[in-house]
């Protein structure tokens, strides 16, 4: 087979294997997954982060904005953090002509989740950032954050 459609075969073996009816919870295994950053380079995520951080709308991804442009250049890598964006309910359209010109911006990669049933595995929580605590990707805990205050407090 050629490696575009291995890859797709891939992509589509671990989303499918994702989007069961699980919702992600305590105690439960994060999966290894591929998605994109707002370049459009692929991540394949097969070792689970300490800490994996999801925006889910306007304001939680203006507050992952402020607060990790504020960090060091190396503070994901050094703290084993993973952000991602929910921009699956994004019209296609204004997905490439607003959103992802504005995650540009950022000194930092998010990964970006377009399929709206990849995203519906993460607990969420309106206007808060879902934080999800990893060892070995098992979850350890469950956290929102509706500030910088809080979203402090919780990756340390």
């Given at each position: 087979m ?6 797709t075969?891939?992509i ?16 439960s295994?994060?999966e290894p ?17 300490k800490?994996m ?11 992952i904005?402020s ?8 503070y ?6 993973i ?26 990669k ?11 595995q ?6 808060s ?7 070995n990707?098992?979850v ?8 910088e ?8």
């Open positions: 050629k490696p575009f459609i291995i890859k075969l891939m589509l073996s671990f989303t499918t294997y994702l989007i069961g009816d699980n919702m992600i919870e305590q105690n295994t994060v997954f591929i998605l994109n950053d707002q370049f459009g380079d692929e991540h394949n995520i097969s070792k689970m982060p800490i951080i999801c925006s889910f709308g306007k304001s939680s991804g203006q507050l904005s607060y990790f442009n504020s960090q060091d250049e190396n994901l890598t050094t703290n084993e953090i952000l991602l964006a929910d921009v699956s309910s994004v019209p296609s359209i204004l997905r490439k002509t607003i959103i992802l010109p504005k995650m540009k911006k950022n000194s930092f998010i990964l970006t989740i377009t399929e709206k049933e990849f995203a519906k993460f607990p969420q929580k309106e206007d950032l879902t934080i999800l605590k990893l060892d990707g098992v350890n805990s469950i956290s929102f954050a509706k500030d205050n809080e979203l402090k407090e919780v990756i340390h």
